[in-house]
């Protein structure tokens, strides 16, 4: 792997074989989110997600961003950041009679397609909640061809400790939906700081930890813009009683930080 260093911030490991140019990164220096980078993902299908919030990811003054489980009246939070957003997630305008399924479309804060995405990141350690870094199309799921709609990529899910996931899924949620996946892959040292990444190409995708190769697919290939999230989850809100993963409450005080995400292309 080739090495691309950044001052005061771990050196990104990119794949052989090719020219690389860094296009976009966020190394989350200084003590403010960068508002024109991101934005906090708080809806689902229209629906406002009542444990995703906008005070749960902060930085540090100390080049990273963390994100906090927070726990109040039983209850647990945490916080989702994206530099766009799929225009099925916000709710639509309500009429006298009916409601518009489809909100205004939003602009996009960054948007790319193909090359090598990379986080750098420190797993969650406890059980209950899960992290993420991921691709999505503004239109994922809008029509059965994934080369134009877009394909959720999804580089680094974590639903354990030392855990993780590759998956892609293409043609929405409904009942068109298809996935491809890794399985599980464990990293060692849960505590120290990994790199995830993906190359995204006219051959597929290949899904990297560390430095070292850890799955690939052919596809199928998006050929379209897709933006970045960062994100967190409790466990057992996706369900209609909304009662916490009992987990939880033994994970209070645990986060997620991210030394930093960069984005290159290929010269």
């Known amino acids: 792997m080739k090495k691309y260093t950044v001052d005061n911030h771990r050196e990104s490991l990119l794949p052989d074989g090719k020219n690389w140019k860094m296009v976009w990164a966020d190394e989350f220096d200084g003590t403010e989110l960068d508002s024109s980078k991101w934005q906090y993902r708080l809806h689902i299908m229209g629906t406002r997600h009542n444990t995703w919030v906008d005070n749960a990811a902060q930085l540090d003054g100390k080049g990273n961003l ?3 489980l927070i726990e109040k009246d ?3 939070y945490s916080s989702q950041l994206q530099t766009g957003e799929n225009y099925m997630d916000r709710p639509g305008k309500k009429f006298e009679r009916y409601t518009w399924p489809i909100a205004k479309i939003s602009k996009p804060l960054f948007m790319h397609k ?3 995405f990379e986080c750098c990141c420190r797993l969650q350690q406890k059980k209950g909640w899960w992290s993420a870094f991921w691709l999505q199309s503004p239109i994922q799921g809008s029509t059965l061809n994934p080369a134009f709609s877009g394909v959720e990529i999804d580089i680094m899910e974590s639903f354990s400790p030392g855990e993780v996931m590759h998956n892609i899924h293409w043609n929405g949620c409904g009942e068109d939906w298809q996935s491809a996946g890794s399985g599980k892959r464990y990293v060692e040292n849960i ?3 990994h790199r995830f990444g993906v190359e995204w190409s006219d051959s597929g995708y290949t899904f990297y930890i560390d430095g070292v190769e850890s799955w690939h697919t052919d596809g199928p290939v998006s050929d379209t813009d897709q933006f ?3 994100s967190t989850e409790c466990m057992g809100y996706r369900k209609k009683e909304q009662i916490p993963d009992k987990e939880l409450f033994n994970a209070v005080g645990d986060f997620f930080s991210v030394d930093y995400i960069r ?3 290929e010269v």
């Open 66 to 68: 963390v994100f906090s």
């Open 74 to 76: 039983g209850h647990f």
């Open 114 to 116: 193909k090359g090598y």
């Open 191 to 193: 505590e120290d700081y």
């Open 228 to 230: 970045i999230l960062i």
């Open 263 to 265: 984005v290159f292309e």
